[in-house]
């Protein structure tokens, strides 16, 4: 691949499915305006583009570190990808603008969690505009044809306020884990 900007990456067509998250009622943002999530299947598996509508100078990013697996990621700016495995499993992934993830399987709601094993890690890249952050991802490993997915994010502030994003929330306090916010059809 030889564009490393993320416009070249994942150019904009009919082959992208474009979702608007939403924060949850409990934990309104502070600055972010939007947060916009385009999905597609490309032969390297699912490609994501998280667009979060802010000034970058009033989020927290992480830094940019080397490429590696890393837990709880999501204490802070956290962009996150839920897809079912089964009739109650499911596969979560977290993905750093820093470049770092993590990837977990889970047999049911909370339950059974293990690390999922990827032949191949999960690309990330981040493109800082002045007015909206953009962090590209490519994961290699959810072909499961038929299976929806959740698609969320943890979003830090420079104030301290963090809000929670995704397709739909339950009731109580922000759950990605739950399946009602498993809405996204994979491409």
């Known amino acids: 691949m030889a564009c490393m900007r993320p416009a070249c990456l994942l150019p904009i067509g009919p082959r992208m499915t474009e979702y608007a998250l939403v924060a949850h009622p409990d934990t309104p943002p502070a600055s972010v305006r939007y947060v916009n999530v385009s999905v597609r299947r490309s032969e390297h598996g699912l490609d994501l583009a ?7 100078d009033r989020l927290i990013v992480p830094a940019v570190a080397t490429p ?3 837990d709880e990621l999501w204490r802070t700016t956290c962009l996150e990808l839920f897809v079912q495995t089964g009739a ?10 820093s470049s770092e993830w993590a990837a977990y399987r889970f047999t049911d709601y909370r339950t059974g969690m293990a690390e999922a094993p990827l032949d191949t890690a999960p690309r990330i890249m981040t493109s800082d505009e002045g007015d909206v952050l953009i962090v590209i991802a490519r994961i290699a490993q959810p072909r499961r044809d ?9 979003i830090e502030e420079t104030d301290g306020t963090k809000s929670y994003w995704a397709l739909a929330h339950g009731d109580g306090p ?3 884990h739950n399946a009602d916010g498993f809405l996204a059809p994979l491409p």
């Open 50 to 56: 998280y667009v979060i509508g802010c000034p970058t």
């Open 68 to 70: 590696a697996r890393k």
């Open 88 to 97: 109650l499993g499911y596969v979560e992934f977290n993905l750093s603008p």
């Open 146 to 154: 038929g299976a929806t997915a959740g698609v969320s994010a943890v």
């Open 174 to 176: 922000p759950d990605f």
